[in-house]
């Protein structure tokens, strides 16, 4: 849902495509507006499973792993690959 949310809501596949979440590997970082709405975002939809801050960390990790796998993707093949229907 990161991905999607990333690639089709807030920043676009031609900005994920030359970025990754916090700027690594010589890659410019996404705008920190963007990514703190995101963030915000995601952990609103999952209010049943986490109570604090501290308890959301490990989902935001995971989150910021796809969708800088994601943006990989998209500098090695130069198009989206990934089916996000299923």
Not at 15 to 30: A, C, I, M
Not at 48 to 64: G, L, M, R
Request: aromatic share 6%; glycine share 4%.
């Amino acid at each position: 849902m990161a991905v999607r949310l990333a690639s089709e809501a807030y920043f676009g596949k031609e900005v994920l495509q030359k970025s990754t979440v916090y700027g690594q590997q010589s890659n410019t970082p996404l705008p920190e507006d963007k990514v703190r709405a995101l963030k915000k975002k995601i952990l609103s939809l999952h209010p049943n499973y986490v109570d604090t801050p501290v308890e959301f960390e490990p989902i935001w990790t995971k989150c910021v792993n796809a969708i800088n796998h994601h943006a990989s993707g998209l500098r090695k093949k130069g198009t989206v690959v990934i089916n996000l229907t299923e």
